[in-house]
T-cell receptor
């Protein structure tokens, strides 16, 4: 079982719709990241959070540490929001000395005009 | 402009050849990372480096090698021992290990023919 599960895997919505992408994880974490990957492949960090809620423009990220769950919301969605959204966690436990993030498989979002 | 550069964006090599992927950052970050991305899978950590002249294996280091002779540079060599080298490779950096946001390069898509 993956340590980080995202849902849905694919999401197609109409412009203007409110979008929610979910991320569940199974390990204790020190931080959770939401990343955006555009078709060209480059990745941009959207949020890093360890508690509560963060907002940037039309994007909102929330995390519930007790439930090991985070959500990414997009309000008033636009075709330019079409991308792959990736959840990644930094575990409190370092496995075998490896460091870095553990990534979900991503949610492929398409916003149609 | 501060950031991470990877070159080239697309790379083709014949089977059995070693190939080196470049990653340079001018963010003055101590930690650098190499990830591999395959279709339908989350990013997986290949190698990371916390400081110059030090690096550690990640989850899938077999068939890869790295060096960290300068703070700004963390090249990845894909050797002929890597059984399935065709993939998208992403380099990232962070201020220090285990903390802070990771910044990603644009990626290199390697195809082995």
């Amino acid at each position: 079982k993956n340590e980080v599960e995202q849902s849905p895997q694919n999401l197609t919505a109409q412009e203007g719709e409110f979008i929610t992408i979910n991320c569940s994880y199974s390990v204790g974490i020190s931080a959770l990241h939401w990343l955006q990957q555009h078709p060209g492949g480059g990745i941009v960090s959207l949020f890093m959070l360890s508690s509560g809620k963060k907002k940037h423009g039309r994007l909102i990220a929330t995390i519930n540490i007790q439930e090991k769950h985070s959500s990414l919301h997009i309000t008033a969605s636009h075709p330019r929001d079409s991308a792959v959204y990736i959840c990644a966690v930094r575990s409190r436990i370092v496995r075998g000395g490896a460091d870095g993030l553990t990534f979900g498989k991503g949610t492929h979002l398409i916003i149609q005009p | 402009d501060g950031g991470i550069t990877q070159s080239p964006k697309y790379l083709f090599r014949k089977e059995g050849q070693n190939v080196t992927l470049s990653c340079e950052q001018n963010l003055n970050h101590d930690a650098m990372y190499w990830y591999r991305q395959d279709p339908g899978q989350g990013l997986r950590l290949i190698y990371y480096s916390q400081i110059v002249n030090d690096f550690q294996k990640g989850d899938i280091a077999e068939g890869y090698s790295v060096s960290r002779e300068k703070k700004e540079s963390f090249p990845l060599t894909v050797t002929s021992a890597q059984k399935n080298p065709t993939a998208f490779y992403l380099c990232a950096s962070s201020l220090d290990r285990g903390r802070g946001e990771q910044f990603f390069g644009p990626g290199t898509r390697l195809t082995v023919l």
